[in-house]
């Protein structure tokens, strides 16, 4: 669709004085097939091809929790769980059951998600190889519509289940927000309909209930169902006619009514705390109605979410440069638009999110409201919309240099979306070119005009929530002390924003060049690898994955290995000082400015013995990144401001670590396993006294200042012979030499033996936490081996689930998992089960995941081994066309000289149960076992 001057022209006329319903509609993308049974069955139909030969299936129900009585909170979400539990076509057992054999893995590519107003279930990647199992998965939606089998049996199961993951998602901002739901949403249910319900009402409601719930509300008129990808769109569109049509809707069926959320003439405040709270978390939102139907449709809603969008980018923006300064009284901050509390449907809102330090609290409050104020009033500068303009067009541009290689899932939450929000579907390449063409004709002033609409000027619609530590010593803000703080604010007499810019290149002297002086081909694996003037290896691997990336990773041996003895807290907070430090002539926020519209970044990090340099592109910015390579390897610029501010954080995270549950479990795992080993847990705050800024920009210079040291893998979309132009300018020009500071060492340490570590902890929602370990430090790394150690996992977790939260409905999720630890001297092999369980079950947990191992050292079912297998072949084809796939595979060949990608089809095809039964003997023969136990405290 071509844009003239014209068109854009008009468009702009249009939205000056024309109304918005007298806007033209958006035309509908003419890939995508939209349709509607006489029963109200709502259906989007697209044949797609990336990945190639799968297809997702989705059933989007317009339902959930705010569908519910008081006497019924909790039934949406606990329906959702019953659908996978049987069904008229799938007895007790059997819905999961089957699709594993195809290849679908549970939890991962099938899975279902309730919220307030939505209910969605999905069967993702499934091969569309076999036309039965394309046949089959329609089946399951057409179960998911209206044949739910609903027994006594299954709900009882399924309660204890539900109140797991009430203890797994319960954490103190959960607990809060219920409590403050009901005055933030006054005069809604949506104060009142937390999708996991009441326990109470879980625990007692009687199976006509929620079959009760279930046929009121699951029924066509109130479905749309979602199909994308290798499928035949017309033999599909009349499977679902023959599927679907029968299902009849009562002539008096209840209709679902948009649940409204009242304005408020005043501002709404609420304070609330909890004793597991780590720091204070302030959230503001300033409400505001949602787009009507009609003006959707049309390209308004494109002008209007564009502008919305660079409202909040440059808002975020000035949160974000205040914060690297370290007398900032507050940590983070950043702003959102879209849906009040990310679920109302009928309110949009502009919600801005501070992490406050500890006794800055009203401080916090008022720094934000006084940007709020003071960007209604004086607007944005020039340059600062440029920034946020070249920022937002690049992301479109990214998206639409990819626009042929979108995947399924992509195009069907667009389609949900379109469902149950009416937000418009046009092709990205009409949303592209509208926007790029409107986006140029846009003056600042249009944006300044739309923030006074955004934001009240007396603050009407505002809400203002503060979550704080319930904490012996700690003040305790109230509302009435958060109104006076917003009062404050308007009392003052504000200055409009100065935007410091700096005008100049990244480099402004470009480094002499190097040179390639020898090239090779290795034809196996698909690459070509340089050697430069310099001693550096590159590794370029061209792929047509994505037509907008181009990845690298760059990593030479030395790593915390050299400097942890001496220099543990500044080893440990390098890469990250990186990241808050600046480039060349730029300070930190000088840089993201300058970088402003580039899709360019890189990052390190370091692990025990070696360093790495990771980076993503565009095609177009691939320059970029090369100067950011060069200059992260030669020239990090000392920027205190923004180091102290990210010190500020870490003070405020470590002196609060105590609190974090899952942290608290996760040091306990490492401790045990690596006995101690100071490296593998989160620093004590006391050893902040200890970090030396510059003493950390000297370690970054002894591991990255000899980039002629480094293997670089660069796997993408790029042009050969400008890369190699590039490679010369920025990496073959990296001083080269060798290290004189220190020698590679293993400094890992692991336990030996049996080692248990039960302890117990503090909790307001008690919970338990479980993790079994095997270790084994005399296997060979190899790819048998690793499939191995894969496929063993996923065996341990079939079984785990079928037993230990199915049968016993002793947790909400459990699972095995495997890895090789490479980052040192040896392979070590480490296997994992774990799962956070009723405290009541932990012993019943504990003992299954012991006994299910033992026993999978002498039997392994056909049945279990077979289903893993078609998902690991399901998932080798899909990581063939994925960069970072062989990002892994490459930088595994050069690091360590194993072959992953060759062979494997091969190797995971010949897997057998005696292979697996041995493998996992000889691993836990070494008589290595840990567990780890956290209880609540009694």
Not at 163 to 177: F, G, P, Q
Not at 293 to 299: I, N, S
Not at 902 to 910: D, L, Q, R
Request: charged share 25%.
């Amino acid at each position: 669709m071509r844009i003239t001057k014209f068109f854009v022209a008009a468009m702009l006329l249009m939205v000056g004085t024309m109304s918005a319903q007298q806007m033209p509609e958006l035309p509908t993308d003419k890939e995508v097939r939209v349709g509607k049974l006489d029963n109200g069955l709502t259906y989007y139909l697209r044949y797609n091809n990336t990945p190639e030969k799968k297809a997702n299936f989705y059933i989007a129900q317009r339902v959930g929790s705010v569908q519910e009585e008081d006497t019924q909170r909790g039934l949406a979400h606990f329906l959702e769980h019953m659908a996978f539990n049987g069904s008229e076509h799938f007895p007790t057992g059997k819905m999961i059951e089957y699709l594993q054999t195809i290849g679908v893995e549970y939890g991962r590519s099938l899975n279902a998600y309730t919220s307030f107003d939505r209910t969605v279930y999905y069967v993702a990647d499934v091969s569309t190889e076999r036309q039965s199992a394309l046949d089959s998965c329609m089946l399951v939606l057409r179960d998911w519509s209206s044949g739910i089998t609903i027994t006594p049996e299954e709900i009882e199961k399924e309660r204890d289940v539900i109140h797991n993951e009430y203890r797994y998602r319960t954490a103190a901002a959960d607990r809060m927000l219920e409590r403050a739901l009901p005055t933030l949403f006054q005069g809604s249910k949506y104060g009142y309909r937390m999708p996991i319900g009441t326990m109470e009402v879980v625990d007692n409601f009687k199976p006509e209930e929620l079959e009760a719930y279930y046929r009121k509300w699951y029924r066509p008129d109130n479905q749309a169902l979602v199909v994308v990808g290798d499928i035949d769109v017309d033999y599909t569109e009349n499977l679902i006619k023959k599927l679907f049509s029968d299902i009849k809707v009562a002539p008096d069926a209840a209709q679902v009514v948009d649940e409204l959320v009242p304005d408020n003439e005043q501002p709404i405040f609420v304070a609330e705390k909890d004793k597991e709270l780590p720091y204070p978390i302030l959230r503001i939102g300033i409400k505001r109605d949602v787009m009507p139907v009609a003006v959707k449709k049309t390209a308004a809603y494109l002008v209007t979410d564009y502008l919305c969008n660079l409202v909040c980018r440059m808002l975020g923006a000035r949160l974000d440069e205040i914060s690297q300064q370290p007398e900032c009284p507050y940590l983070q901050a950043i702003v959102q638009n879209g849906k009040l509390g990310n679920v109302v449907r009928t309110k949009d809102a502009v919600t801005l999110i501070g992490v406050s330090k500890h006794g800055q609290e009203i401080e916090t409050l008022k720094s934000l409201e006084r940007e709020i104020l003071r960007a209604r009033k004086f607007g944005f500068t020039a340059t600062e919309y440029a920034r946020a303009k070249a920022d937002y067009l690049s992301a479109l541009e990214r998206d639409y240099d990819n626009r042929d290689k979108r995947k399924n899932a992509e195009y069907a939450n667009e389609y949900i979306e379109n469902y149950l929000e009416q937000t418009p579907i046009p092709s990205l390449e009409e949303r592209y070119q509208i926007i790029s063409a409107l986006a140029q004709q846009l003056p600042v002033d249009i944006v300044n005009q739309v923030i006074r609409q955004m934001i009240p000027e007396n603050d009407k619609n505002l809400l203002a929530f503060y979550m704080q530590q319930e904490k012996e010593g700690n003040v305790f803000v109230t509302a009435e002390e958060m109104k006076a703080g917003v009062d404050a604010v308007h009392a003052e007499t504000l200055t409009a924003w100065v935007d410091n810019v700096k005008e100049e290149p990244l480099i402004a002297d470009l480094p002499v060049k190097g040179q390639i002086v020898k090239e090779t081909e290795n034809k196996t694996l698909g690459y070509k690898e340089l050697t430069l003037s310099n001693g550096a290896r590159v590794i370029l691997k061209k792929t047509d994955f994505k037509d907008n990336e181009v990845m690298m990773q760059a990593e030479a041996k030395g790593g915390a290995s050299l400097f942890v003895d001496t220099d543990p807290i500044n080893v440990d907070f390098a890469s990250t000082v990186a990241m808050f430090s600046g480039l060349g002539n730029f300070t930190k926020s000088e840089l993201d400015k300058a970088l402003a519209g580039k899709q360019a970044s890189v990052s390190l990090s370091i692990d025990e013995d070696r360093q790495y340099i990771s980076g993503r592109s565009t095609p177009k910015d691939l320059e970029t990144l090369f100067q950011l390579t060069y200059l992260t390897m030669t020239n990090i610029n000392k920027d205190e401001k923004s180091v102290a501010a990210f010190i500020n954080q870490a003070r405020t995270v470590f002196g609060n670590k105590s609190l974090n549950h899952d942290l608290v479990f996760k040091d306990s795992v490492e401790s045990t396993l690596h006995c101690g080993n100071r490296f593998y847990v989160t620093p004590e705050v006391e050893e902040l006294s200890q970090f030396d800024y510059d003493r950390t920009l000297q370690i970054l210079k002894q591991l990255y200042g000899h980039g002629g040291q480094f293997i670089y893998t660069i796997i993408g979309n790029f042009d050969e012979q400008q890369i190699r132009t590039l490679i010369e300018q920025y990496i073959a020009s990296l001083p080269g030499g060798s290290r004189d500071f220190g020698h590679v060492r293993d400094i890992r340490t692991f336990f030996k033996g049996e080692k248990v570590n039960q302890f117990s902890k503090k909790m307001e929602t008690p919970q338990a936490q479980v993790r079994e370990i095997w270790l084994n430090e005399d296997m060979a790394y190899t790819l048998e081996n690793k499939v191995m150690l894969n496929a063993v996992s996923q065996v341990l977790t079939r079984v785990y689930e079928r037993t230990i939260r199915e049968e016993e409905s002793a947790v909400y999720g459990v699972g095995a998992g495997g890895r090789i630890d490479l980052n040192g001297s040896r392979p070590v092999f480490i296997l994992n089960a774990a799962a956070p369980t009723n405290p009541d079950k932990m012993q019943i947990a504990r003992d299954l995941m012991v006994k299910f191992v033992a026993e999978a050292t002498q039997k392994i079912a056909d049945e279990d081994l077979n289903a893993v297998k078609e998902i690991m072949l399901k998932q080798a084809q899909d990581n063939a066309r994925e960069n970072g796939h062989w990002m892994n595979v490459l930088t595994e060949w050069t690091a360590e000289g194993v072959d992953l990608q060759t062979g494997y089809e091969e190797t995971v095809k010949s897997l057998t149960p005696e292979k697996l039964q041995k493998f996992l003997a000889d691993l836990v023969s070494a008589g290595n076992h840990a567990e780890i136990v956290m209880m609540p405290e009694k």
